[in-house]
């Protein structure tokens, strides 16, 4: 249960991250359209939600190896989807830069 716990506590900093980052983003650049900022803060919060709740509900009870690729998956998904929604924020950055040099 322990790991569990550990899991859980990975995944909610590192959407909060995403979240705080985000929401700083948009507090130093008040030009940017907030709908932009506010579709990766809400795409964050789904990963969240979608990784939480397949923590607790694992294909394979019974089985040990399918378990531990159950949660190696998780823990996969969590880092391609953070990495995708900071590559968003990213190019966001790039392009309000890209806009005030003009």
Do not use: W
Not at 76 to 88: R, T, Y
């Amino acid at each position: 249960m322990a790991a569990i716990r550990q899991l859980k506590k990975e995944i909610d900093n590192q959407v909060f991250e995403v979240v705080s980052d985000s929401l700083l983003f948009l507090s130093m650049n008040p030009e940017q359209d907030v709908e932009e900022v506010t579709e990766i803060v809400h795409e964050a919060v789904k990963l969240r939600n979608d990784l939480i709740g397949r923590i607790y509900h694992p294909e394979d009870k019974g089985n040990a190896k399918a378990i531990r690729d159950h949660f190696r998956s998780v823990k996969n998904d969590l880092a391609e989807g953070i990495d995708l929604l900071c590559q968003k924020l990213s190019k966001l950055s790039s392009e309000n830069k890209k806009s005030k040099q003009k």
